[in-house]
């Protein structure tokens, strides 16, 4: 018996590039980057002083101010990006969606803003004034029950927290739920808004940030020698995944189809990648398998990308080990160099990425990769956007502890 086939027929996102599809679209084609000096609290006891912050957005405008105060500020990002994938699929904001649509979020961690409000309430004022709220602001699955709530989602609801796998995994998750007849549609992406002072100083300390105060907007560079850590950043992109009789059905336009869905563990280290990056192989490897495709059919790549040194460099040697000498011609490219990395919320965003290189046959670039790093010698890309028509694309997702979640889409 066939599977049952998966398509994307909605997305919707906000992130440090813009607070729609659209104008992320047009600023990564054109290698603009969203990381900025940071504005939203005071960072001169910190020793980094920029990320990927959302701008232009007000929770209290668009949800109200007393709505948006029962909330942490990804779960205002989660709903905002929910709402507009589902009128982006066609599907009513205004009414419930009920039993037949299911729900799978991602998150690194959660509501961590809210957290640090707890704990510095408790040690400044006592453990009696601390919001009461709190406790459905910081968990993980807040922002999954809010928008389930919020929209009258019924059917299976999950929240996966696999550190910067999450999205990625929830999407494959969202994937398997369809195939197996549990739901029709599924509200698949992910959340993140982890630019607080606590978080970025805790990542600072095992010296995973970039630390390019100076030059925020150069300092996400992926693949480059002179890369010296990750940019925080935060956000969420949802994308709408449906059966695919149900969306022609209705007459839903299609992005693309979820083919491919790759999750393995390295059983290493919590931080560290295995060494060259045998999980990250694996991943990739179970995803093509389970697309049912050949490893020369993928035409790109959005890479995990971090800017972190021992990312690149395994991430690099994974894909080598797996695509051996087409490795060479394959497009790669790391949006992060843009945006930041989102976390939990990456690997949503950058299958609405792949997506989106579907569609329109264009190839975002990696910005600010100037002199390859010598163990990072592929083709990533270089700072200019390329037209090409692709079929099939593959995002790879690593997140600490280990996690690798690996899609792979196409247009047909």
Known sequence: MSKRRVVVTGLGTINPLGNSVSESWEKLINGISGIDHINSFKTENLPVTFAGEVKNFDANEYLGKQYARKLDRCAHFSIYATEQALQDAGLNTQERLGSGVGIVFGTGIGGISATEDAVRTYEERGASRINPLSITQLMPNSSTGQVAIKFGIEGPSLTI???????????????????????DIVVAGGTESGTTPMTIGAFAQIRALSTKNDTPQKACRPFD????????AEGSTVLILEEEECAKKR????????KGYGSTTDAHHITAPAEGGEGAFRAMHKAIEDAGILVDEIDYINA???????????????IKTLFKEKAYDLD???????????????????????????KNGKIPPTINLDNNDPDCDLNYTPNISKNKIIDTAMTNSFGFGGHNGVLVFSNK
């Open 161 to 183: 927290t696999t550190a910067c796998a999450a999205s990625a995994n929830a999407v494959g998750e969202a994937k398997n739920l369809i195939e197996n007849g549990i739901v």
């Open 225 to 232: 020698q002179e890369r010296d850590g990750f940019v925080m």
């Open 251 to 258: 007459g839903a336009k299609i992005y693309g189809y979820v």
């Open 304 to 318: 995990h990308g971090t800017s972190t040194p021992a990312n690149d460099k395994n991430e690099t040697a994974a």
């Open 332 to 358: 790669i490219s790391s949006t992060k160099s843009m945006t930041g990395h989102l976390l939990g919320g990456a690997g949503a965003f950058e299958s609405m990425v792949c997506l989106l290189t579907i």
